[in-house]
Nanobody, 123 residues
């Protein structure tokens, strides 16, 4: 069974940085694309970023382009989301997700999800 375990997150002031990590269980040999999503209170879960299995193709939501960077270390079965120049509107619970297919920004296409981690940005 594929398991994703997240770490990172926390509280920062506007303009600060945080890095999220997502470790995929070693049995997930067919995992390719990794996605990052977030959910603010009262809102639907929205797409943030996705990265292909080889780390080549990366796609970002317009709201985070130029500020967030997705990366991965396949030797460590770990994906990362580096978040810089954080804004209060970036506040929410962040989730990593995985699938055994190509990258996509559609959350329903990801069968595997992390537990979520809170990111709070104060002004």
């Amino acid at each position: 069974q594929v398991q994703l375990v997240q770490s990172g997150g926390g509280s920062v002031q506007s303009g600060g940085s945080l890095r999220l990590s997502c470790v995929v269980s070693e049995g997930a040999r067919n995992i390719h694309a990794m996605g990052w999503f977030r959910q603010a209170p009262g809102n639907e879960r929205e797409f943030v970023a996705t990265i292909a299995g080889d780390g080549g193709l990366k796609t970002y939501a317009d709201s985070v382009k130029g500020r967030f960077t997705a990366s991965r270390d396949n030797a460590k079965f770990t994906a990362y989301l580096q978040m810089n120049s954080l804004k209060p509107e970036d506040t929410g619970v962040y989730y990593c997700a995985a699938r055994d297919g190509p990258t996509t920004d559609q959350r329903w296409q990801y069968p595997y999800w992390g537990q979520g981690t809170q990111v709070t940005v104060s002004s």
